[in-house]
């Protein structure tokens, strides 16, 4: 019996797609794939599972039988609670009704965002280091992705004037991540109201991912960029519950956005997904109730691993400088003569520590590796004893 012939089915594809890299965190953790020897400092999630109060009204929702759609919008009880939360957050308030999306993570609320807005040619401005997602979700709505670097000498923050430089007649979106993934940033409020300024300048609007809004550090207090004057009516601020809560695995996130936008997102989200789940939908108001009591223990530890993994990499001679929120450091290994890449290969190879190279998230971070700290805290010494183990090898050969 002869097989079927395999059909080559590459040119079947959108070429959209053929501007999409694939992910280097992906490409970089199919090596770590099966061996339970590698402590991983790579995967940018809490360590702890779901706070119980959250688990537990969906344990109960699900015995209720609690399991069909919801509105596309989310419940709406959910919209009524992230509207309550958002003003306490943020200092902005939101119509639950016409205001407020429930999506699948910020990942959708993302994609929602760039293809509700941008048409073919549009430039969408972010900062770079940033997260993996932006460049190929601007691609994938048919935008144009023009990254802004940020310097390791700004401990990676954004530098209004280098976004003016970017500004385009095709302008349409800046796109703003504060703290930011991967190197743990914030944004001065100076710089930030600057920013806030040219997009009123010159009618842009801004998306502002918010998902380490909550896990900042040294008393420091969040500002977002929706509270400048002129803002909240070009803003989409995108927020959800994967890192604050420790929530990843429900897939959870939501858009606040003046009517206009919300409806356009909402006509993409009824036909591509419906509704989030229910079962998570109820999680998160869950969530939204205990608030503080849940996220204020969370914070506090990874501000402790913070400072703990800051001071040893310094120590061992790796320039790493304090990132004041989300869970990342971004320490610059140049000092070993190695590249991001090359450092993250070798120690893998030689300790068994994976860390995730810098340039998996834009050239900038070349010179830099990203290591998660939301890890638990003897696997993080044993990490920096093997990092430092590594790092003095380097420096005797
Ligand atoms: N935005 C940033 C900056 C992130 O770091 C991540 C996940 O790592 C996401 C969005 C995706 O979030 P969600 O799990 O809500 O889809």
């Not at 190695?338 to 998996?360: H, Q, T, W």
């Not at 890890?375 to 005797?396: I, N, Q, Y």
Request: aromatic letters at 8%; glycine letters at 8%.
């Amino acid at each position: 019996m002869s097989l079927p012939r395999q059909m080559d089915l590459s040119n079947k594809l959108s070429r959209q797609l053929s501007g999409i890299p694939r992910s280097g965190i992906r490409d970089f953790f199919e090596l770590v794939i099966g061996r339970s020897d590698v402590i991983s400092l790579g995967v940018g999630e809490p360590d702890k599972p779901t706070p119980w109060p959250i688990r537990e009204a969906a344990i109960r929702s699900l015995e209720k039988g609690q399991t069909s759609y919801t509105s596309n919008l989310g419940l709406e009880s959910l919209r009524v609670a992230i509207s309550e939360y958002v003003a306490g957050q943020f200092r902005v308030t939101y119509d639950p009704k016409t205001e407020i999306l429930v999506t699948v993570g910020v990942s959708e609320a993302l994609d929602l965002a760039f293809r509700a807005v941008l048409d073919p040619g549009d430039e969408v401005i972010y900062h770079q280091p940033c997260y993996v997602s932006y460049g190929p979700s601007i691609t994938m709505a048919y935008g144009v992705p023009v990254p802004v670097n940020t310097r390791l000498e700004d401990n990676f923050a954004l530098r209004a004037e280098d976004v003016e430089k970017a500004i385009t007649p095709k302008t349409k979106v800046i796109a703003l991540n504060f703290p930011t993934n991967p190197t743990g940033a914030i944004e001065p409020p100076e710089e930030l109201e600057k920013i806030a300024q040219l997009c009123v300048k010159h009618d842009l609007l801004c998306f502002t991912d918010e998902i380490y809004s909550e896990l900042l550090y040294d008393g420091g207090q969040h500002k977002s960029i929706v509270e400048f004057p002129g803002m909240r009516e070009r803003t989409v601020l995108l927020h959800g519950f994967s890192k604050a809560f420790a929530m990843t695995g429900w897939r959870l996130g939501y858009a606040c956005a003046p009517a206009v936008l919300r409806e356009a997102m909402m006509k993409i989200h009824q036909y591509c997904m419906l509704c989030a789940p229910i079962m998570s939908q109820v999680a998160a108001l869950e969530a939204l109730h205990q608030g503080t009591t849940v996220i204020e223990p969370m914070r506090q530890s990874y501000e402790e691993r913070r400072n703990f993994v800051v001071r040893r990499l310094n120590e061992m001679g790796l320039s790493c400088f304090n990132p004041g929120g989300a869970f990342y450091v971004f320490p610059d290994v140049s000092s070993t003569g190695l590249s991001g890449r090359d450092f993250a290969l070798k120690l893998l190879e030689e300790k068994s520590v994976a860390v995730v190279p810098g340039n998996a998230f834009g050239p900038t971070g070349e010179k830099c590796v990203r290591c998660c700290y939301a890890t638990a805290p003897d696997l993080l010494v044993k990490a920096m004893d093997g990092m430092e183990e590594f790092v003095k090898s380097r420096k005797v050969a």
